[in-house]
């Protein structure tokens, strides 16, 4: 029985997937055709985080071969349209207050700049991209004001990892931003059949609240939910703004 990437508590044997499974199926029938061996989920009993071991031996390389190619776009097409680039606006929203001075990272970008980078920019930040498959190959250096991930952390595989750079990132006054779908705690075999559960989308960590917490706590970061979505922090920002409200 593996052990949950999120809390170190037995997971057990959820269920399996068709790998060319996508977040689009749903919209209208199968993307890719069936494509074997199964991805098999897991659950981890405490905190309700539902991951895959599938991926874990891959390389930076396999990754791109094998989901992040040049067929990705089909399984989501709202990453190449810039369909998300509206989060940017409600990010700016909130920082408001404190626009000039800023430094900002977008984690996971999806370019150099990526579609919220720009928009970003263009709304008068201060703006850095990272991200490994498509922007630059290794963190910039930090601390940011800060760091805004967009449908980003479903896909990593080791997400202590992911939780622990992000919280070095921000430093500790800066402000960790975090766009990404929970689940409920408890969840059967059903669950399986969200939309937002799809092998070949990358998704292979998903989130509920508790999980989460506990694998930004254990980086010394307190996630919470704001009116803007899930922002996390070591020390409230010591600028203004408005994402507590």
Known sequence: MPLCKCCDRPASFLGSLDFNKTCEDHKRGRVFPKFGPAVRYHRCHFCGFIFTDFCDDWTPADFSERIYNDEYGRADPDFLSGGRAQIADQVAAALSPSREGLRLLDYGAGGDPGHLGRRMIALGFDVTSYDP?????????GPFDVVFSVEVIEH???PRDVAQ?????????GL???STALHPPV?????LASWYIAPRNGH?????????TILFR???????QSSHGLVGFRQLPGFPNQAFA
């Open 165 to 173: 750079e992000m919280a070095d990132l921000i430093g500790h006054k």
């Open 133 to 141: 498959f498509y922007a630059a190959a290794s963190p910039p250096r």
């Open 176 to 178: 960790l931003w975090i």
């Open 156 to 158: 990593c595989h080791r």
């Open 204 to 212: 292979i960590s998903v989130f509920t609240l508790p999980a989460l």
């Open 187 to 191: 969840a059967g075999s059903e669950v």
């Open 218 to 224: 254990n980086v010394g970061v307190t996630i919470m």
